[in-house]
C-alpha cells in the first residue's frame, strides 16, 4: 500500500505538474484561435470595437466543450471573448475570428468569398484551405497542431498578422502583389 | 488499479492547473504547437501520421466521382481492384486476390462488420447505404489484423458517415439515366448542440449490363431507409444510435445441376434480400488523454436466391480504450465477442450445407502500445491479438510498426504484421454437386457429377507481411504517397481430389468424383502503390495512382489442385492506372474527369482495358446542384471479369444525370 501510494504521488508528480500533456485536438485549436487574437490586428475604425471579441464556429461545432471552456472568462485587449455558434455565413462578418467548420467544405469558396473584405480572421481544418482564400489552417503533424498562413487574403481583409505569427507558423503562403 | 486510483486523487486536488483547459490560453504559441494530440488507433488518425498503406476517399472525393455504389467507390483507391461482373455483382481485392467473394478484405459500415462468413466475403449489392450520408472511406491496404482481427488479410475498408450535426435540415437527390435507371434519395435532420438526429430513405432501380446473347438477367432494385441519433453531452460523453431496414430484388444467372438429364442448366432469378441492422455506441473522450468506446450490434439478413436460402441474425460488442501513460506511450487496448448463428435451407438438391445449422463465434482482446522512441520524429507501435473463433480455435495476431518524420513533410514507415483468415462456411460445410459430362458404360451414357465438400480440418490461411511506404509533400500542394509490400502466404485454400463412387440414389444412377478443400497453395505476393495528390492552383486538382502487384504460389505436394496457383495468380492485374482531373470552373460549376487502366486477367481470358468517366456538376444556386455523369465512355462496353455460367457480361458505357437539393444550414 505504501509502495503505492508512492507510486500514486510520482505519478501525479510527473503529469499534473506538466502544462505540455497530452490534450484533445480541439482543446488545442480553441486555445490557438484564442491566441490568434492576441497576434493579428484589425483594422482601426472596426465597427466592431466597442463590444466584445467575438470567435465564431461556421458548421457544425467540432469543439464540443472546448471553445466555450477556452473564452469563459478571458479577455483579449480589455474585451470581454465571447464564443457564438453559426449556421449560415449570414452573420459571420459581425466575428473577429471565424473557425469555418470542415461541414461547410463544399461552400467554402463562397464564405470566404463573401468575408474577403470583411475583416474577419479565417481559420479552419479543412485540407487546403490555405490556397483556397482561406487565412489560417490548422495542420495536424508529428501529433501536433500547428498552422500554415496564407497573406493574400490577410491583406485584402485589411488583417496584420504579427511577426511572431508568422515566426511560429509551419508554413507561410508569401502575399504575390500580382497573381495571375 | 494504479491509474484509476491515481485519477480519483487528482480529480480530488483543488483545480489543478494541468486540468483547466483555460489554462492553455496562457501558452506561447509554441508551447501550443509542442503539445501532444490524443488519437486512438482504430479512430481517424491524421493520414499522414500512420504507419499503414492508408488512403481515405473524401466526401469530396465521392461527390465529384459521381459513383453511385460502394464498390465502384472504391475505384478511388490505389491498390484496389474493382472488376464488375454483372450488372449487380463485383469483384473487389486489394493487392491481388480479387474475387467475388472477396476474401480476406474486411468491410466496415460505422464500425459493423458487413463481411460474411458464409462465403468470407462481402455480397455487395445489399449494403446500398446513402452515399451523401458518407464523410469519408478509409481504405487501409495490407494486413491489419492486430487492431480489425481475423480476416483483415489483404485490406481493410472502413466506411464512415457524417455524424448528424453534420446533416441539418433536408436533402433531395433525384437521378435517372442509362443503367441506374430511377434513382431517389430523402433526407432530414436537426437538432441542437446536444442532441441531433437525421432520418432517410432512398430507393435504386438498376438496369442490366450488355449481353450479347440478349439475356438480361441483371436488372435489380434496391430500397432503404434508416435513422441515426447523436447526444454529446459537456463530459466529453458521445451516445449513437442508428439503424437500417434494406430490401432488394438482385437478378442474376445460376447454374443448377440436376441428377436427371440435361444435368446442367442456367437458371435466371432474382435474390431476395432483406437486411436490417442497429447499433449502439458510447465514447468518451477525457482531457487527460484517457477515452473509451463501448459499441453493440445486431445485423440481421434474410437472402432468398434461385439456388439456396440463407438467414443471419449477427450480435457483436466491442470495446476499445486508450490512455497515454509517460507521455511516451500511448497505450490501446480492448476486446470484443461476435456470435452469429445461421440457417441454411437448400432449395434445389445439388447445393447444401452440413450441417444447415451453424453459429460462429469470435472473442478477443488486443494491446497496442505507440511508443515516441525520439521525441516528434520516431514511434514505434507494438501490439497483438489474440482472437478465438469457434472453428478453429485462438489465432494470435501481432504486428510491429515504425513511423519516422525527419521533417514534416516526409514521413518514412515500415512494419511486420501477421494475419490469418478464418475458413468460410463453404470451406467447411459445403455440399455442392455440379454435373461434370456423360460418360460412356455398358449400359449406356451414366453422368458424372463433381461433389465438392467441405473440409472441417481445412486451417486458417496466414499471411505474414511485411510494408515500407514514404509520404511526401514535394511542393506546397503536391503530395506523393508510395508503399511497397512483401507478403508470404500460407495455407491458400485449393481443391483436392478424392473418392470416386457411384450413386443409384437419387436416381439416375450417376458417377460423383469427390473433391474437396485443402490448404494446398503457399508463395508470396509483391508489389507497391504510387499515388500523387496535386492541386495544382485553386482551379485544377490532379490525383493519380499506379498500383502493380505479383502474386508468385506454388502448389504444395499434399494438393493435386492444377488449376489454383493460376486462378490466384491470373484473377488480378498485375499493373492498374488511375488519373483524376478536377476543375472548378466559373459560375459554381465543376468537371471532373477520370481515366483508368487495367491489365488483362489470363485466367479468366479477360484482356485489358482503359476506359474513362466524366461528371459536371453546375450549382446555378448554392442549394441546388444539377449534375450529369458517365461512366465507361471509351468503349461501348468492356469486360471486367468472368461470369459464371454463361458468356462475358459487358459493362456498358452508361450515362447518369440528376440534381441534388440541400436545404440552407445543410451541409451535404
Same mark, same amino acid.
Given at each position: 500500500?505504501?509502495?503505492?501510494?508512492?507510486?500514486?504521488?510520482?505519478?501525479?508528480?510527473?503529469?499534473?505538474?506538466?502544462?505540455?500533456?497530452?490534450?484533445?485536438?480541439?482543446?488545442?485549436?480553441?486555445?490557438?484561435?484564442?491566441?490568434?487574437?492576441? #497576434?493579428?490586428?484589425?483594422?482601426?475604425?472596426?465597427?466592431?470595437?466597442?463590444?466584445?471579441?467575438?470567435?465564431?464556429?461556421?458548421?457544425?461545432?467540432?469543439?464540443?466543450?472546448?471553445?466555450?471552456?477556452?473564452?469563459?472568462?478571458? %479577455?483579449?485587449?480589455?474585451?470581454?471573448?465571447?464564443?457564438?455558434?453559426?449556421?449560415?455565413?449570414?452573420?459571420?462578418?459581425?466575428?473577429?475570428?471565424?473557425?469555418?467548420?470542415?461541414?461547410?467544405?463544399?461552400?467554402?469558396? %463562397?464564405?470566404?468569398?463573401?468575408?474577403?473584405?470583411?475583416?474577419?480572421? %479565417?481559420?479552419?481544418?479543412?485540407?487546403? #484551405?490555405?490556397?483556397?482564400?482561406?487565412?489560417?489552417? #490548422?495542420?495536424?503533424?508529428?501529433?501536433?497542431?500547428? #498552422?500554415?498562413?496564407?497573406?493574400?487574403?490577410?491583406?485584402?481583409?485589411?488583417?496584420?498578422?504579427?511577426?511572431?505569427?508568422?515566426?511560429?507558423?509551419?508554413?507561410?503562403?508569401?502575399?504575390?502583389?500580382?497573381?495571375? | 488499479?494504479?491509474?484509476?486510483?491515481?485519477?480519483?486523487?487528482?480529480?480530488?486536488?483543488?483545480?489543478?492547473?494541468?486540468?483547466?483547459?483555460?489554462?492553455?490560453?496562457?501558452?506561447?504559441?509554441?508551447?501550443?504547437?509542442?503539445?501532444?494530440?490524443?488519437?486512438?488507433?482504430?479512430?481517424?488518425?491524421?493520414?499522414?501520421?500512420?504507419?499503414?498503406?492508408?488512403?481515405?476517399?473524401?466526401?469530396?472525393?465521392?461527390?465529384?466521382?459521381?459513383?453511385?455504389?460502394?464498390?465502384?467507390?472504391?475505384?478511388?483507391?490505389?491498390?484496389?481492384?474493382?472488376?464488375?461482373?454483372?450488372?449487380?455483382?463485383?469483384?473487389?481485392?486489394?493487392?491481388?486476390?480479387?474475387?467475388?467473394?472477396?476474401?480476406?478484405?474486411?468491410?466496415?459500415?460505422?464500425?459493423?462488420?458487413?463481411?460474411?462468413?458464409?462465403?468470407?466475403?462481402?455480397?455487395?449489392?445489399?449494403?446500398?447505404?446513402?452515399?451523401?450520408?458518407?464523410?469519408?472511406?478509409?481504405?487501409?491496404?495490407?494486413?491489419?489484423?492486430?487492431?480489425?482481427?481475423?480476416?483483415?488479410?489483404?485490406?481493410?475498408?472502413?466506411?464512415?458517415?457524417?455524424?448528424?450535426?453534420?446533416?441539418?435540415?433536408?436533402?433531395?437527390?433525384?437521378?435517372?439515366?442509362?443503367?441506374?435507371?430511377?434513382?431517389?434519395?430523402?433526407?432530414?435532420?436537426?437538432?441542437?448542440?446536444?442532441?441531433?438526429?437525421?432520418?432517410?430513405?432512398?430507393?435504386?432501380?438498376?438496369?442490366?449490363?450488355?449481353?450479347?446473347?440478349?439475356?438480361?438477367?441483371?436488372?435489380?432494385?434496391?430500397?432503404?431507409?434508416?435513422?441515426?441519433?447523436?447526444?454529446?453531452?459537456?463530459?466529453?460523453?458521445?451516445?449513437?444510435?442508428?439503424?437500417?431496414?434494406?430490401?432488394?430484388?438482385?437478378?442474376?444467372?445460376?447454374?443448377?445441376?440436376?441428377?436427371?438429364?440435361?444435368?446442367?442448366?442456367?437458371?435466371?432469378?432474382?435474390?431476395?434480400?432483406?437486411?436490417?441492422?442497429?447499433?449502439?455506441?458510447?465514447?468518451?473522450?477525457?482531457?487527460?488523454?484517457?477515452?473509451?468506446?463501448?459499441?453493440?450490434?445486431?445485423?440481421?439478413?434474410?437472402?432468398?436466391?434461385?439456388?439456396?436460402?440463407?438467414?443471419?441474425?449477427?450480435?457483436?460488442?466491442?470495446?476499445?480504450?486508450?490512455?497515454?501513460?509517460?507521455?511516451?506511450?500511448?497505450?490501446?487496448?480492448?476486446?470484443?465477442?461476435?456470435?452469429?448463428?445461421?440457417?441454411?435451407?437448400?432449395?434445389?438438391?445439388?447445393?447444401?450445407?452440413?450441417?444447415?445449422?451453424?453459429?460462429?463465434?469470435?472473442?478477443?482482446?488486443?494491446?497496442?502500445?505507440?511508443?515516441?522512441?525520439?521525441?516528434?520524429?520516431?514511434?514505434?507501435?507494438?501490439?497483438?491479438?489474440?482472437?478465438?473463433?469457434?472453428?478453429?480455435?485462438?489465432?494470435?495476431?501481432?504486428?510491429?510498426?515504425?513511423?519516422?518524420?525527419?521533417?514534416?513533410?516526409?514521413?518514412?514507415?515500415?512494419?511486420?504484421?501477421?494475419?490469418?483468415?478464418?475458413?468460410?462456411?463453404?470451406?467447411?460445410?459445403?455440399?455442392?454437386?455440379?454435373?461434370?459430362?456423360?460418360?460412356?458404360?455398358?449400359?449406356?451414357?451414366?453422368?458424372?457429377?463433381?461433389?465438392?465438400?467441405?473440409?472441417?480440418?481445412?486451417?486458417?490461411?496466414?499471411?505474414?507481411?511485411?510494408?515500407?511506404?514514404?509520404?511526401?509533400?514535394?511542393?506546397?500542394?503536391?503530395?506523393?504517397?508510395?508503399?511497397?509490400?512483401?507478403?508470404?502466404?500460407?495455407?491458400?485454400?485449393?481443391?483436392?481430389?478424392?473418392?470416386?463412387?457411384?450413386?443409384?440414389?437419387?436416381?439416375?444412377?450417376?458417377?460423383?468424383?469427390?473433391?474437396?478443400?485443402?490448404?494446398?497453395?503457399?508463395?508470396?505476393?509483391?508489389?507497391?502503390?504510387?499515388?500523387?495528390?496535386?492541386?495544382?492552383?485553386?482551379?485544377?486538382?490532379?490525383?493519380?495512382?499506379?498500383?502493380?502487384?505479383?502474386?508468385?504460389?506454388?502448389?504444395?505436394?499434399?494438393?493435386?489442385?492444377?488449376?489454383?496457383?493460376?486462378?490466384?495468380?491470373?484473377?488480378?492485374?498485375?499493373?492498374?492506372?488511375?488519373?483524376?482531373?478536377?476543375?472548378?470552373?466559373?459560375?459554381?460549376?465543376?468537371?471532373?474527369?477520370?481515366?483508368?487502366?487495367?491489365?488483362?486477367?489470363?485466367?479468366?481470358?479477360?484482356?485489358?482495358?482503359?476506359?474513362?468517366?466524366?461528371?459536371?456538376?453546375?450549382?446555378?444556386?448554392?442549394?441546388?446542384?444539377?449534375?450529369?455523369?458517365?461512366?465507361?465512355?471509351?468503349?461501348?462496353?468492356?469486360?471486367?471479369?468472368?461470369?459464371?455460367?454463361?458468356?462475358?457480361?459487358?459493362?456498358?458505357?452508361?450515362?447518369?444525370?440528376?440534381?441534388?437539393?440541400?436545404?440552407?444550414?445543410?451541409?451535404?
Amino acid at each position: 500500500m505504501v509502495l503505492l501510494t508512492a507510486a500514486v504521488v510520482t505519478l501525479l508528480a510527473s503529469s499534473g505538474a506538466d502544462a505540455l500533456q497530452a490534450r484533445s485536438e480541439y482543446e488545442l485549436k480553441a486555445a490557438y484561435l484564442y491566441s490568434f487574437g492576441r #497576434f493579428v490586428e484589425w483594422p482601426a475604425g472596426d465597427p466592431r470595437a466597442s463590444g466584445d471579441f467575438i470567435i465564431c464556429v461556421l458548421g457544425s461545432d467540432p469543439f464540443g466543450p472546448a471553445l466555450d471552456a477556452t473564452v469563459s472568462g478571458v %479577455t483579449l485587449r480589455g474585451r470581454k471573448v465571447v464564443g457564438r455558434r453559426l449556421s449560415t455565413a449570414a452573420g459571420a462578418a459581425d466575428c473577429h475570428i471565424l473557425f469555418i467548420s470542415a461541414s461547410e467544405e463544399r461552400q467554402l469558396e %463562397t464564405i470566404v468569398g463573401s468575408l474577403a473584405q470583411a475583416g474577419v480572421l %479565417t481559420v479552419s481544418d479543412i485540407p487546403r #484551405f490555405v490556397g483556397r482564400g482561406g487565412m489560417i489552417q #490548422f495542420v495536424v503533424s508529428g501529433g501536433r497542431v500547428r #498552422f500554415e498562413i496564407d497573406l493574400r487574403p490577410a491583406r485584402d481583409a485589411n488583417l496584420t498578422l504579427s511577426s511572431e505569427l508568422l515566426r511560429v507558423a509551419a508554413a507561410v503562403r508569401p502575399d504575390r502583389e500580382q497573381r495571375q | 488499479m494504479l491509474l484509476s486510483t491515481a485519477k480519483i486523487l487528482h480529480s480530488a486536488e483543488p483545480d489543478p492547473p494541468s486540468q483547466n483547459p483555460a489554462r492553455l490560453t496562457e501558452l506561447s504559441l509554441e508551447q501550443l504547437g509542442d503539445i501532444e494530440v490524443t488519437s486512438v488507433s482504430k479512430q481517424p488518425e491524421t493520414v499522414w501520421q500512420t504507419a499503414v498503406a492508408i488512403h481515405v476517399i473524401t466526401q469530396e472525393d465521392i461527390r465529384r466521382s459521381g459513383a453511385t455504389s460502394l464498390p465502384e467507390l472504391l475505384r478511388l483507391a490505389p491498390g484496389v481492384e474493382v472488376a464488375r461482373i454483372d450488372s449487380d455483382h463485383w469483384a473487389v481485392g486489394v493487392r491481388g486476390f480479387g474475387d467475388q467473394f472477396s476474401k480476406s478484405l474486411l468491410v466496415l459500415i460505422d464500425g459493423r462488420s458487413i463481411y460474411t462468413p458464409l462465403f468470407a466475403g462481402m455480397y455487395w449489392p445489399a449494403h446500398d447505404t446513402l452515399i451523401q450520408d458518407i464523410d469519408r472511406i478509409e481504405v487501409i491496404r495490407g494486413p491489419g489484423g492486430t487492431i480489425w482481427g481475423a480476416n483483415a488479410v489483404n485490406g481493410v475498408i472502413n466506411i464512415i458517415t457524417k455524424p448528424t450535426a453534420a446533416t441539418h435540415g433536408a436533402l433531395v437527390s433525384v437521378g435517372g439515366g442509362s443503367l441506374d435507371r430511377g434513382s431517389v434519395a430523402v433526407r432530414y435532420g436537426g437538432g441542437d448542440e446536444g442532441f441531433s438526429y437525421r432520418a432517410y430513405a432512398k430507393g435504386i432501380n438498376r438496369g442490366p449490363e450488355f449481353h450479347a446473347d440478349g439475356a438480361d438477367f441483371d436488372g435489380w432494385w434496391t430500397a432503404g431507409a434508416g435513422a441515426r441519433a447523436d447526444w454529446t453531452r459537456t463530459g466529453g460523453d458521445e451516445v449513437t444510435l442508428q439503424g437500417e431496414v434494406s430490401r432488394g430484388d438482385h437478378g442474376q444467372r445460376v447454374s443448377i445441376s440436376t441428377f436427371s438429364p440435361p444435368g446442367l442448366q442456367p437458371l435466371d432469378g432474382a435474390l431476395e434480400a432483406w437486411g436490417a441492422n442497429l447499433l449502439g455506441r458510447w465514447q468518451k473522450e477525457l482531457p487527460t488523454g484517457k477515452g473509451f468506446r463501448l459499441q453493440a450490434y445486431y445485423d440481421g439478413t434474410s437472402w432468398d436466391a434461385p439456388h439456396f436460402a440463407e438467414r443471419r441474425d449477427t450480435f457483436d460488442v466491442d470495446f476499445l480504450a486508450h490512455l497515454t501513460l509517460a507521455r511516451r506511450h500511448r497505450v490501446t487496448w480492448g476486446g470484443g465477442a461476435r456470435r452469429s448463428p445461421s440457417v441454411f435451407t437448400p432449395v434445389v438438391p445439388t447445393l447444401d450445407f452440413s450441417p444447415r445449422e451453424h453459429t460462429d463465434t469470435i472473442a478477443g482482446g488486443f494491446l497496442q502500445d505507440e511508443i515516441m522512441l525520439v521525441r516528434d520524429r520516431v514511434w514505434l507501435t507494438l501490439g497483438a491479438k489474440v482472437e478465438h473463433n469457434g472453428d478453429t480455435g485462438a489465432e494470435g495476431l501481432p504486428s510491429a510498426r515504425i513511423l519516422w518524420t525527419p521533417a514534416p513533410s516526409h514521413t518514412f514507415w515500415s512494419s511486420v504484421t501477421r494475419a490469418v483468415r478464418t475458413p468460410s462456411r463453404i470451406e467447411r460445410d459445403l455440399q455442392q454437386t455440379t454435373f461434370s459430362a456423360f460418360t460412356p458404360t455398358a449400359i449406356g451414357p451414366v453422368p458424372v457429377f463433381i461433389r465438392v465438400t467441405g473440409n472441417d480440418d481445412f486451417a486458417p490461411e496466414r499471411l505474414l507481411g511485411y510494408e515500407a511506404g514514404y509520404r511526401t509533400r514535394l511542393a506546397h500542394e503536391l503530395y506523393l504517397d508510395v508503399a511497397a509490400f512483401h507478403n508470404q502466404h500460407d495455407r491458400l485454400g485449393s481443391f483436392d481430389i478424392g473418392t470416386i463412387t457411384v450413386e443409384t440414389s437419387p436416381p439416375p444412377l450417376h458417377v460423383l468424383a469427390g473433391v474437396h478443400y485443402v490448404n494446398g497453395v503457399d508463395g508470396t505476393s509483391d508489389g507497391f502503390e504510387v499515388s500523387p495528390d496535386w492541386q495544382l492552383n485553386p482551379t485544377w486538382q490532379v490525383k493519380g495512382s499506379y498500383s502493380f502487384v505479383k502474386v508468385d504460389l506454388a502448389t504444395n505436394p499434399a494438393s493435386v489442385d492444377v488449376n489454383a496457383v493460376s486462378r490466384y495468380e491470373g484473377s488480378s492485374p498485375h499493373h492498374q492506372a488511375r488519373l483524376q482531373v478536377h476543375a472548378t470552373l466559373p459560375h459554381r460549376a465543376e468537371l471532373t474527369t477520370a481515366y483508368r487502366y487495367v491489365s488483362r486477367l489470363p485466367a479468366l481470358k479477360i484482356a485489358d482495358y482503359h476506359t474513362a468517366d466524366a461528371r459536371v456538376a453546375w450549382r446555378p444556386v448554392s442549394d441546388l446542384e444539377l449534375f450529369v455523369s458517365g461512366e465507361n465512355l471509351l468503349q461501348p462496353y468492356h469486360t471486367e471479369f468472368a461470369h459464371t455460367p454463361g458468356p462475358f457480361v459487358g459493362i456498358a458505357r452508361s450515362v447518369f444525370a440528376g440534381f441534388t437539393w440541400t436545404s440552407r444550414n445543410a451541409a451535404p
